[in-house]
């Protein structure tokens, strides 16, 4: 069974640093794409970036380009989103998920999601 | 970025009714289109692919239609389990997502 699944939920002050994981399961890590998804309160789905874990390669959608970090270990099955300096509006639920094909595909597998509360 | 246009925002239906979202793109994106249903406080699901495809273990009360820039979801005969948010998503380039449709009962 293919499994992601999320660190948990943290709470931040503006300014801090954050690496959030999601370790895959059940199947090749390394042959699918890891996309990240932000949901902020209310709101709909954004594509963050998204990551290669055979090779590291990373495509970002233009939004967040400069503003996170996403990498990964092949080696532990694991992918990483990361912010060196937080703001209030980063808050929001973080959700991995597993691409079928190539960067340009459908996400078949999603984790639980990372609640991230930034807040003074 | 290919933008992705879901009318209506929110709908509601009786029980069996049948519903329809409408979803489209900014530039011609073939078939190149996902749904995908959410629940309140879960993570999203796969039930379309490839515009028309259903991915398996989904009802068949759900279906989709249409290439190059619009599109259609829906649901035959609306269920009291069916309550959730709908969202296309574009694979043409880099994927992006509709703004979502929230779905409950009358």
């Known amino acids: 069974e293919v499994q992601l699944v999320q660190s948990g939920a943290e709470m931040k002050k503006p300014g801090e640093s954050l690496k959030i994981s999601c370790k895959g399961s059940g199947y090749t890590f390394s042959n699918h794409w890891i996309g990240w998804v932000r949901q902020m309160p209310g709101k709909g789905l954004e594509l963050m970036g998204i990551?290669?874990?055979?090779?590291?390669?990373?495509r970002y959608s233009p939004s967040f380009q400069g503003q996170v970090t996403i990498s990964a270990d092949n080696s532990i099955n694991t992918a990483y989103l990361q912010w060196s300096r937080l703001k209030a509006s980063d808050t929001a639920m973080y959700y991995c998920?597993?691409?079928?094909?190539?960067?340009?595909?459908?996400?078949?597998?999603w984790g639980q999601g990372t609640l991230v509360t930034v807040s003074s | 970025d290919i933008q992705m246009t879901q009318s209506p925002s929110s709908l509601s239906a009786y029980v069996g009714d049948r519903v329809t979202i409408t979803c489209q793109a900014s530039?011609?994106?073939?078939?190149?289109l996902n749904w995908y249903q959410q629940k309140p406080g879960k993570a999203p699901k796969l039930l379309i692919y490839d515009a028309s495809n259903l991915e398996t273990g989904v009802p068949s009360r759900f279906s989709g239609s249409g290439s190059g820039t619009d599109f259609t979801f829906t649901i035959s005969s609306l269920q009291p389990e069916d309550v959730a948010t709908y969202y296309c998503q574009q694979y043409d380039h880099l994927p992006t997502f509709g703004q979502g449709t929230k779905v409950d009962i009358k």
């Open positions: 530039q011609d994106i073939i078939n190149n």
């Open positions: 990551v290669y874990p055979a090779d590291s390669a990373i």
């Open positions: 998920a597993r691409s079928k094909g190539d960067y340009k595909s459908r996400f078949d597998s």
